[in-house]
């Protein structure tokens, strides 16, 4: 017979070793009910089911950490909840800054009419983004458009969190001057 490990232990596991089976066993436990719970605020059956993942992703990737205060569900519940409102409020300006910033996420250099395209399509902000590095457009797409802490941008862009902050006020500083 197998020992049923505690929540506490399940993401110690996963946090320290990457342990693909307890990962699996969290997922099992809290998925359904996580699922259930956000289907209740969203009609969207897709979106729904990707900010699911999109929360245990940022489990097992160790974006999100656990700091062992309250239960594990309240505390994947946060997490859903923050992403399902930024998804939900993604249609607006910061769809458009999502969208611009996606095109441009895994290009190197971008054509001088695709340039034009982008200009005329979403005015000055999609120009000033083509302008900023990939190494800033990173950082902002992480802490800007998906709403990660400097240290969990850090994590997922894998550079100190000093390095973050520094390109993205660099950043900022960029757009500010193309756009006045």
């Not at 289907?39 to 729904?48: E, H, I, S």
């Not at 594990?72 to 946060?78: F, I, K, S, Y």
């Not at 458009?96 to 190197?108: I, T």
């Amino acid at each position: 017979m197998r020992e049923t490990k505690s929540d506490g232990d399940l993401l110690r596991a996963i946090a320290a070793d990457g342990d693909r089976r307890a990962f699996e066993e969290l997922y099992r436990r809290y998925a359904p009910w996580l699922l259930a719970r956000l289907r209740g605020r969203c009609a969207d059956a897709a979106l729904v089911d990707d900010v699911v993942q999109e929360t245990f992703l940022a489990v097992w990737r160790g974006t999100a950490r656990y700091r062992e205060e309250g239960d594990v569900a309240g505390w994947l519940w946060r997490i859903g909840s923050r992403r399902l409102i930024d998804a939900l409020r993604g249609d607006g300006a910061r769809g458009r800054l999502r969208q611009a910033l996606s095109r441009l996420r895994h290009r190197d250099e971008a054509s001088a009419e695709e340039r034009v395209l982008a200009g005329v399509e979403h005015g000055d902000l999609a120009g000033a983004l083509v302008r900023l590095s990939p190494e800033l457009r990173a950082v902002l797409q992480a802490t800007v458009i998906d709403g990660l802490t400097t240290r969990e941008a850090a994590v997922l862009l894998g550079i100190p969190p000093g390095t973050v902050k520094t390109r993205a006020m660099r950043a900022r500083k960029q757009l500010r001057e193309a756009l006045t």
